[in-house]
């Protein structure tokens, strides 16, 4: 791709300063480079980029955020290994199995009277019959 390979060599160097500066002195050092001036705003904006990821740099570098971190990956390996083996015990499923519970009211015509659903909704050894 022509696009990409013309501007690869930009992108990188753009990569490459943010790292080693953060985010808000890569743009100040760009802007300040190409001649731009920064209002009042932007320069705050660029400030308070600047502090966000100084402070997210720290705080994911911090011991009890990697302790943390270390717990929570210890407990999805632990749920994976418990989900694998509740998933090799053997089902009581049958293929082709029809299920005993069937309501009253389909083996009811709709036509039929509420006295006659009620004496059908009897239920005798897991089916209903009528009386």
């Known amino acids: 791709n022509v696009k990409f390979s013309k501007s690869i060599t930009a992108r990188v160097g753009s990569a ?18 190409v001649v ?3 209002n ?13 990821n ?14 943390r971190r270390l717990q929570q ?16 015990l053997p089902s009581d499923y049958k293929k ?12 009811i015509p709709d036509g039929e009277s509420p006295e006659k659903r009620l004496r059908c909704s009897v239920r005798r050894d897991h089916k209903y019959h009528c009386l």
């Not at 705003?41 to 502090?51: D, L, N, S, T, W």
């Not at 100084?54 to 302790?67: A, K, L, N, V």
């Not at 082709?96 to 309501?103: G, N, V, Y």
């Open 36 to 38: 731009l001036v920064m």
């Open 96 to 107: 082709h199995q029809l299920d005993d519970s069937s309501s009253s009211r389909d083996s």
């Open 54 to 67: 100084t402070y997210s740099q720290g705080h994911s570098r911090s011991p009890s955020t990697q302790t």
């Open 16 to 33: 490459i300063l943010t790292c080693n500066n953060g985010p808000g002195d890569a743009e100040r050092k760009i802007s300040h480079r």
């Open 73 to 88: 990956d210890a407990k999805t390996r632990r749920d994976k290994v418990k989900r694998r083996q509740q998933a090799q």
């Open 40 to 52: 009042r705003g932007q320069k705050r904006y660029h400030a308070a980029e600047q502090k966000r």
